[in-house]
């Protein structure tokens, strides 16, 4: 077919970070896995090969697979994993999307290390909607910890509540000159003086919202997710896992050095400042960093860790370009009023001593459902008809007037129910989902993601949607097209899309801990009657289920 061949070896690979070894899997023996470079319109293929001790699949983030879902990756939802030993092709359509997405593992918490960036060029004879850049550069924010990523999953998995935080974050792996033992493999980015540089910024972070600046230096944001926007001046951007910017950068300071780094933004979590603190380098060609004196570089002023207001306006300050070479498509009459509620739950511990494993831990859930994977996949269990894998009874909240952040809630939202509950629909309903996050166990923003799908953010605010005067402010006529969206701490965020692509397609929380404990679904969307309205056939090595 003339489509670019890819291989991806997945292997078991020591690195020292942080002053001490340890075995991490990886794509290649590479942290971060290799970047794909891709032109908008082209297919790809990736033979994933699995050469390590532990089950794998691999999600191409944000990548819409039209028809396709069979190579989208998430484990028990699409696929069941690609045991040791094994294989799997996986064929990626790059249709509508431009500029950065990424591609992570979709298996238990191997993400953690498994990821890379993609990079969507524009067609040939089309450019990007601002001057092109001097040059450009996958920045990928990240976490790291001492202990195993498998040890880490089950002691959370054991214990009731939040899993233990990171050692460090990281920028393009590595933690940056703040950190002990770190400071020789910082990541450097040179550039020249009076150049426009384009940053690709990736969260791949499993637990953390981040924010992320350069120090005396603007950022110019055009585009998120893959999609354009109108050019956003600040001075820092706040940055959910799952989601990517294309962010400009002049560079025009006097100093050869100043650093870039991350933080953590949390609304749930005390943490503090400097040990949380990631940094690389911005360095001038042909400056002397001793010009700089003998302090370090200055540190970009960053929130702090607990302010909403500030992660919040900045999400709210995207807008779509729409113009006219890259209009939008808003679905303006809804045919599916959808509400989901976003829950971490403190039942069944009893309480509030959520200290052992099943039975007495949180769990987490999107209209009352603490979502189980199953052990067949559910594309499969739909594609073949297999009774008892699923069910479709995904609750039916249709936007309504509720204190969802009372400090008293309703029993039924306080007792989810554990199930594998699907939401179908149909082919071209126009979907809108009141995104309304609650306060029961703790108040906290829920970075929502939908495989398969991007969607347009029609609006947002803090505290209980209300069905009356909220939708009257919905912006429709430049909202930006994302695949993730925080839905900000005990506030709301709706979103809507044309269900146009026919497939399985799942939809959580990007925390990792809010995944593993349920505040998940899947949406199941039906093909319609024309041939190229049905959801293609399988390839003939899927990996099989047992
Ligand atoms: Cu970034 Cu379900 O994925
Ligand atoms: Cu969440």
Redesign the pocket.
Known sequence: HGWARHTFVVQETPYTKLCSTKTILTVNGQIPGPTLHVTKGDTIVVEVQNKANYNVTI?W?GVRQPRYPWSDG?EYITQCPIRPGQKFRQKIKFSTEEGTLWW?A?SDWTRATVYGAIVIHPKKGTSYPFPKPHAEVPIILGEWWKEGITELYDEFLASGGDPNVSDAYTINGQPGDLCPCSKSETFKFMVDHGKTYLLRIINSALQDILFFGIAKHKLTVVGTDASYTKPLKTDYIAISP?QTFDVLLEANQPLADYYMAAKVYSSALGVEYDNTTTTAVLHYNGYDSRRNSSSTPFLPDLPSFNDTNASANFTGSLRSLADDDHPIHVPLNISTPLMFTASVNTFPCAHNSCAGPDGSRLSASLNNISFQLPSTDILSAYYYQINGVYGDKFPNVPPLKFNFTADVLPQYLLTPKKGTEVKVLKYNATVEIVLQGTNLAAGTDHPM?I?GYSFYVVGWGFGNFDKDKDPLGYNLVDPPLQNTIAIPKNGWATIRFKANNPGVW?M?C?LERHLSWGMDTTFIVKNGDHSDAKMLPPPPDMPPCS
């Open positions: 999600h983030h998430p992570h979709h799952g993601h495989h799942f959580h990007h």
